[in-house]
């Protein structure tokens, strides 16, 4: 198991951009595939963006795709999730998750694929 705390969340102007941060504790981190999801208010949980344990490959949601960008610091045990372009409907809690996999080259899209969650970040993007 391990612990996951997001943070970076924050207001900004629609066009902005915003660094989320995952920190993990533990000394196995790069044991895991990370993952984004959000949610919005009255929304179901939603897939934002995921890396694999060696950082090699990356996949995002079409809507986010070209905006934001998944990246890992295995040395510190963070995930980010640099945010361009930011966009109204990007407003929600934003939650980082983790799988612990021996796939280096595997990743993971899914909610139910991951076994450890942060308590979420909230980001609001205003018109």
């Known amino acids: 198991q391990v612990q996951l705390v997001e943070s970076g969340g924050g207001l900004v102007q629609a066009g902005g951009s915003l660094r989320l941060s995952c920190a993990a504790s533990?000394?196995?981190?790069?044991?895991?595939?990370m993952g984004w999801f959000r949610q919005a208010p009255g929304k179901e949980r939603e897939f934002v963006a995921t890396?694999?344990?060696?950082?090699?490959?990356?996949y995002y949601a079409d809507s986010v795709k070209g905006r934001f960008t998944i990246s890992r610091d295995n040395a510190k045990n963070t995930v980010y999730l640099q945010m361009n372009s930011l966009k109204p409907e990007d407003t929600a809690v934003y939650f980082c998750?983790?799988?612990?996999?021996?796939?280096?080259?595997?990743?993971?899209?899914?909610?139910?694929?991951?076994?450890?969650w942060g308590q979420g970040t909230q980001v609001t993007v205003s018109s």
């Open positions: 998750a983790a799988r612990i996999t021996a796939l280096a080259s595997t990743y993971y899209t899914r909610g139910e694929q991951f076994d450890d």
């Open positions: 533990g000394r196995t981190f790069s044991s895991y595939a």
């Open positions: 890396i694999t344990r060696s950082g090699g490959w990356t």
